[in-house]
């Protein structure tokens, strides 16, 4: 397993200052990192590509800013599988740009921890996308809430939310009874 280490060096943390943070999930459609790379070249700014293990929580930080982490499942990969498929398609976008971007793993909370890492690099801007549809994303959405609505609502920097897919109708419910 590889070591789940969210915090950045003081190297990386340099290197990342004043980012635009994406907000990253397996599979997601490229629409979300493609409008993050083309936010962080408009505002001439390198790109932090940051997939949120949800499958691990905080246990404590070093003084130093270390933070370690334990799994909430016994499945300890879960989340290693999740961070190459990330890094893949962060590749795959990304790789023939002229773009600075990085790849990082966070845990735990996907909004409070996108929004730590935005205070510590003072990120100029985070992206995420809207949730898939489907009653499991309805079901999910409506027990942890929404991460755009919770970044929006608990930190000051500005934020763009990239829908995903077709967009509903204006007559069509958007979450199914």
Known sequence: M???APDLTDDEREAARGAVIAGIVPDQSPRVLKEAARYARLLGAPLAVVHVDVTRFVTYEDPDGYVHSAPIDIDVSAGDSALVSVRKAAEDILGATDLTWSVHQLVGDPALA????ADKIDARLLVVGTRKHGIGESIREFFTGSV???LAHRQHRPLLVVPLGEPVPDDEEIWPA
């Open 148 to 150: 755009a609505a919770r």
């Open 2 to 4: 590889a070591e789940v």
């Open 114 to 117: 996108m929004k730590h890492l």
